[in-house]
T-cell receptor, first 109, second 117 residues
């Protein structure tokens, strides 16, 4: 079993749709949970981070962490074509920083 | 915000030659730098972690004699791919963090696309 798993996609949605991206993990030691966005042939950029369980909202983006289920989600409201990218979840504890495999999202105008 | 640059952004080299990729932190002191490689449609795979002034720590399966990492200053780390082969063709991304950064903070460079012919 991989340490972090993520639906690989690709995921195509119409503009304005609500997008749900999810990751599951196996190591209960993870403390920080992050979502990165990566455009094609670019480095990842940090979208949001959450410490421990709970929700965090930033504009159209909401991150949720459920440590009891070892499950994290990123919701994108009113999705835009500019949101088309690969979304990577990541989590860390101590010096360990682990990425999920990424979900490729296309938002169609 | 913290900015990390990489040079070159893309490079083509012949099989058997060596190529050096630079990673620079432009506005902060990077006490730790990470090197990743990413194959098409796959996630980032950590290759090695380097702390300024120390030898790099390589992940299992990464040949340290093939992928030479130097982190000689607080703003520069280099990755040298020695005797490159076509299977080394990949997207190489560095990231950096400073001493006082929180555990979730890691600033990524734009990546370098290496093609070995």
């Amino acid at each position: 079993q991989k340490e972090v798993e993520q639906d690989p996609g690709p995921l195509s949605v119409p503009e304005g749709a609500i997008v749900s991206l999810n990751c599951t993990y196996s190591n209960s030691a993870f403390q920080y949970f992050m979502w990165y966005r990566q455009y094609s042939r670019k480095g990842p950029e940090l979208l949001m981070y959450t410490y421990s369980s709970g929700n965090k909202e930033d504009g159209r983006f909401t991150a949720q962490v459920d440590k009891s289920s070892k499950y994290i989600s990123l919701f994108i409201r009113d999705s835009q074509p500019s949101d088309s990218a690969t979304y990577l979840c990541a989590m860390t504890y101590g010096q360990n920083f682990v990425f999920g495999p990424g979900t490729r999202l296309s938002v169609l105008p | 915000g913290a900015v990390v640059s990489q040079h070159p952004s893309w490079v083509i080299c012949k099989s058997g030659t060596s190529v050096k990729i630079e990673c620079r932190s432009l506005d902060f002191q990077a006490t730790t730098m990470f090197w990743y490689r990413q194959f098409p449609k796959q996630s980032l795979m950590l290759m090695a972690t380097s702390n300024e002034g120390s030898k790099a720590t390589y992940e299992q399966g990464v040949e340290k004699d093939k992928f030479l990492i130097n982190h000689a200053s607080l703003t520069l780390s280099t990755l040298t791919v020695t005797s490159a082969h076509p299977e080394d063709s990949s997207f190489y991304i560095c990231s950096a963090r400073g001493l006082r950064d929180s555990p979730y903070e890691q600033y990524f460079g734009p990546g370098t696309r290496l093609t070995v012919t």
